[in-house]
Structure formats: C-alpha cells, structure tokens
C-alpha cells in the first residue's frame, strides 16, 4: 500500500494506492487504486496513456469532456493529455486497476483557465471535484 499523493499535493479525497507488478523488462506497472465512498480522485492529465479495468464498486469517471458511469469490469482508455478524473459512489469504494508506462511523466493540474474551460460544459461542472 502506497501513498496516493502527498496530502496537500492535489485535490482528492479518500485514495489508495498498491502497486501490484513492475517489471523493468516489461516497461509497465499494475497498479490497484481503490476510491473510499464519495471519494475521488486528482483531475489531472499526462503524456502517458491509462488503461483501467474496474474490478469493484460502483462510481463515475470524466474522461475529457464526457463522463461515464463505472461497474465492475468496465474498461477505460485514457488517451495522452486528457483529463480525467474518477469518483465512487456515495455507497461503496470503488476498485480498479490501472495499467501505464513504468517511466512516465508527472500529473499536470488544471489551472483557472482550464477549469473555466471544462466547466463550460454542464455535466462536467457538476461532475469535476477540485
């Protein structure tokens, strides 16, 4: 178990971390995040791409400008430098694992102009935690 990110870092509430399979030959990690209920994660975007399999719980995710409902074994691309963000549900964790480059880029954080921007559409105002 891991550290989601430094308290105080970036937005989230209720993250954790594990870190399941690394491999340098591979070039990937496993990761395993779970979202305490109502909890959710940094909005942010990367160079790197995700790739995120639900494994439990229920929740919702943005992924650039839509946001989509989450069950177990939904399955989520992230492309390059989009945002994203993922919540549980207000009744249980969610659980999912998240495949990415083992060498990768650090979590850019929406500015003002961003947010405002993403904002303009309604269902991502009212999704987006900050």
């Known amino acids: 178990m891991r550290e989601y990110k430094a308290e105080g870092s970036a937005p989230f509430a209720g993250v954790t971390r594990q870190v399941l399979f690394e491999d340098p030959g591979l070039l990937a990690e496993w990761r ?63 659980g999912f694992l998240c495949l990415v480059n083992a060498e990768r880029d650090r979590p850019q954080l929406p500015t003002a102009e961003d947010l405002e921007a993403l904002q303009q559409n309604p269902s991502v105002a009212a999704f987006i935690r900050t």
């Not at 919702?60 to 549980?88: K, M, N």
Request: include cysteine; proline fraction near 8%.
């Open 32 to 94: 395993y995040f779970e979202v305490a209920p109502g909890g959710h994660t940094t909005l942010e975007r990367h160079q790197h791409v995700h790739a995120v399999m639900v494994l439990c719980g229920r929740g919702r995710c943005l992924v650039g400008e839509e946001v989509y409902g989450l069950e177990p074994y939904d399955l989520v691309s992230i492309p390059p430098l989009t945002w994203h963000q993922f919540q549980a549900a207000e009744d249980q964790p969610l």
